[in-house]
């Protein structure tokens, strides 16, 4: 799992890195159905984003999710880089895309999960099984308020 998850938390980011744009733009020549679209990250920072990173975030936040979901407790060690890596993605948002509508709800749904393990792993621990758990689930009722507050359209709202 150590050797995995970088990767996966590499995926996971919005921007990519240098030798990933520099793949996207050859990509891009060779195939013009990838579209740019603009999204502004929770940080406030406006950044272009590939249509199919969209695919890639949402295969690694589903891959958390089922590391979490099979692993349970066990996972209690790496539940705050995980949380880490998607943080940024429940905050994320955008006027001209459902993407990050889609990607906000695997990626809460696999807070969730996350939440579900550091209260299992904490009690397995013999840990106060509240206190991870707390703050992961205040964190993300902050990022989904503000959110919330952010919503102009009733639809998103539903």
Do not use: H
């Not at 958390?64 to 948002?93: K, N, R």
């Amino acid at each position: 799992l150590p050797s995995l998850l970088p990767g996966i938390f590499q995926n996971l980011k919005m921007k990519e890195d240098d030798n990933n744009q520099v793949a996207a733009k050859s990509a891009i020549e060779s195939d013009d159905e990838d579209e740019y679209i603009q999204v502004t990250t929770g940080e406030g920072k406006l950044v272009q984003v590939r249509t199919s990173k969209f695919e890639e975030i949402m295969q690694a936040a589903q891959q958390v999710s089922s590391f979490a979901t099979e692993m349970e407790g066990a996972y209690f060690d790496y539940i705050q880089p995980s949380c880490q890596a998607l943080l940024p993605l429940l905050s994320a948002s955008d006027e001209e895309s459902y993407l990050c509508e889609e990607v906000r709800s695997v990626a809460l749904s696999s807070w969730a999960l996350l939440i579900k393990c550091a209260r299992t792993g904490a009690t397995e621990r013999g840990l106060p099984p509240a206190t991870l758990a707390g703050e992961l689930l205040r964190e993300s009722l902050k990022n989904c308020f503000a959110l919330l507050d952010q919503t102009k359209d009733a639809e998103n709202l539903a």
